[in-house]
């Protein structure tokens, strides 16, 4: 019988431990079947390993010879087990991922088709009730993955471009608004506005268009429900805010008007979040990169031309 794995890793805890019996501890054997084994080895090489002296173990040549190539066999065992073993989890596990707007729950399931075709056993979940603050839950570890339309400086996130889009204020076509290409932060200070229900800080609308101008609206209405909001602004209450994309379909059959914020217009970049350690799944980085490649407004905007738009999937900002 050749030497095995378990009579090299006994030779290296008795040398480590400095005894048997602290090897037996370390291996999880009794004394007298780490003895056993000790034996056996010695047998199968016809030479002692160790010499005992004073009730101490002092390694023989041959025991020298043996443990320099346990050293090497059992660091090279070890990295293959880790390698056998990433490899094994790097196409299994769960992917929690949540956005930043309700919408992109309606163009996300095409892409985790394609991505599930590829990783089978990636348990994917979708956390909507992180909606709200993704960035929060994924810092939290209670997500793996954040689709964002702003990135938020932080050392311990890192953040993939996905596609740009762009905002545009809704109006009902008979608003006096209406007859423009554009509107600049000044026409909104007497108009009502609604908007998603977000807290104001987080309202693109609010901190980064108005805000820097020193405009407020005359009056600002938080809806839960996009399809009330669209109602609103069809019934010529106020205006909205939507990416051109997600309104195209109704600005096309004449219901809504869509107009540029500023004359330039106002983009913006989504973004995919994951924390920034080395640990993270290879998947994660597959599927930011299936994202990457197809991009999904324009698509979406296809896949809707001519079918409306869907009540309660888009979000104001």
């Known amino acids: 019988m050749p ?27 009794t004394q007298p079947a780490l003895s ?9 090489l016809g030479a002692r390993l160790f010499d005992r002296v004073n009730k101490k173990m002092r390694l023989t040549e ?47 399931p095409p892409r985790l088709k394609e991505f599930q075709k590829r990783f089978p056993r990636v348990d994917v979940q979708i956390v909507a009730e992180a909606t709200r603050q993704p960035m929060a839950a994924l810092l939290e570890g209670r997500l793996d993955l954040a689709i964002v339309a702003r990135e938020r400086a932080n050392p311990r996130a890192e953040f993939f471009p996905l596609f740009e889009d762009e905002l545009v204020a809704v109006v009902w076509p008979e608003h006096p608004l209406a007859r423009r290409a554009w509107i600049k932060p000044a026409d909104f200070a007497d ?9 104001p800080r987080e309202s693109t609308v609010l901190e980064e268009i108005l805000r820097p ?13 996009t399809e009330a909001i669209l109602e609103m602004v069809r019934a010529g ?19 809504v008007k869509a107009l540029r914020l500023t004359r330039w217009g106002y983009r913006r970049t989504w973004r995919a979040a994951v924390r920034r350690n080395g640990s993270r799944p290879a998947y994660v980085e597959a599927f930011v990169e299936l994202l990457q490649r197809n991009p999904i407004p324009a698509d979406y905007a296809r896949s809707r031309r001519g079918r409306g738009t869907p009540a309660g999937l888009l979000c104001s900002v």
Do not use: M
């Open 62 to 108: 041959a025991g020298r010879r043996l443990l320099r190539a346990s050293h090497t066999v059992l660091e090279e065992l070890r990295r293959a087990e880790e390698e056998i073993r990433n490899a094994a989890q790097a196409d299994a596990g769960p992917l929690r991922i949540a956005t930043e707007c309700y919408t992109c729950y309606h163009w996300l």
């Open 191 to 199: 108009q009502h506005l609604f908007l998603y229900s977000i807290a």
């Open 237 to 255: 209450l106020g205006i909205a805010v939507f990416a051109r994309w997600a309104v195209a379909p109704l600005a096309a059959a004449g219901e």
């Open 213 to 225: 101008a020193g405009v407020r609206p005359r009056k600002v209405s938080h809806v839960d429900l």
């Open 36 to 44: 056993h084994q000790l034996r056996n080895a010695e047998e199968q």
């Open 3 to 29: 030497i095995e794995i378990a009579h090299l890793r006994l030779l290296a805890g008795i040398v480590e431990e400095g005894s048997v019996t602290g090897a037996a501890r370390r291996l999880h054997l």
